[in-house]
């Protein structure tokens, strides 16, 4: 039997890339999901193409991560629903490409606001039920860039790394109960997520990097995820060869030397 079979599984982001990959997959497996996005039209088309592919149950849950005081309405309008969530998947989110001296503060505060903020508050809102419960898993999908900085991208890997530092601490806290924390830490997958991607005025890059479109195929970055979650693993990084496994040890094991080759990295 599948590990997600009959578990109730909120995704948010879920209405294209990772997002909606993730939910045809689990639909597949046999969870039943509550997708959620700022486009309720992609969620429609998503929610039916689950339950084409076998989802018992798809809900539909649009919102803004932005929004914070809005989340809270959200959930408290859908305590019966949430209530039943085995599993919360943080996929929703927003990248950058601009340097440091010409970014405007203001993408800066949005990336701290639908990456990070929205994020905690979400995450805020299904504790009580996790804890009632003494079940329940948080999935956070962050980045290789919130395991180090990098250029171009300084206010989403603050970001992700705000994301780290929460969800460790998160999991440290809850320990000694049912409640389990997963972090997935992405290299370059095959999405349109640099479409959007903030530049220097908050307007969104419009075109798609040349890392990106020669990523992992995301259906193999989902298989991955889900293996993961599954097996219950605090910290999984998935990618290809060059920027998740030789920059993560060497970033790790030679700290001094990787500042001086990511200073020399290409921003797109």
């Known amino acids: 039997m599948s590990y997600y079979k009959g578990k109730t599984i909120w995704i948010t982001g879920a209405s294209a890339g990772i997002g909606e990959a993730l939910a045809l997959t689990l639909a597949e497996k046999g969870a039943s999901l509550i997708l959620s996005s700022r486009k309720k039209p992609g969620l429609d088309k998503v929610a039916s193409a689950c339950l084409t592919k076998g989802a018992p149950k798809v809900d539909v849950l649009p919102l803004d991560l932005a929004e914070h005081s809005q989340l809270d309405t959200l959930i408290n309008e859908n305590q019966a ?6 599993i919360l998947i943080n996929n929703g989110g927003i990248s950058q490409r601009s340097q440091v001296a010409e970014t405007d503060f203001a993408v800066y505060k949005k990336l701290m606001d639908i990456n990070y903020l929205g994020t905690v508050k979400l995450s805020l809102g299904v504790l009580p039920f996790f804890k009632q419960r003494n079940t329940g898993h948080y999935v956070s999908i962050s980045s290789m860039a919130g395991k180090f900085g990098v250029p171009g991208r300084s206010g989403y890997s603050a970001s992700k790394m705000a994301l780290h530092g929460f969800f460790d601490a998160l999991r440290a806290e809850q320990r000694s109960t049912g409640i389990k924390v997963t972090l997935i830490c992405p290299g370059y997958i095959k999405t349109d997520i640099s479409l959007n991607a903030l530049t220097s005025d908050g307007s969104p890059q419009g075109t798609l990097d040349e890392a990106q479109r020669n990523g992992m195929d995301v259906d193999t970055m989902v298989d991955q995820t889900l293996k993961a979650i599954a097996k219950g693993r605090e910290e999984v990084h998935i990618g290809g060869f060059k ?7 060497v970033a790790r094991v030679f700290p001094a030397t990787f500042r001086k080759i990511i200073a020399k990295a290409k921003t797109t």
């Not at 629903?81 to 085995?86: C, F, I, N, Q, S």
């Not at 920027?243 to 040890?249: D, Q, T």
Request: net charge negative.
């Open 81 to 86: 629903l949430l209530a039943h969530v085995d």
């Open 243 to 249: 920027e998740v496994k030789m920059a993560g040890f």
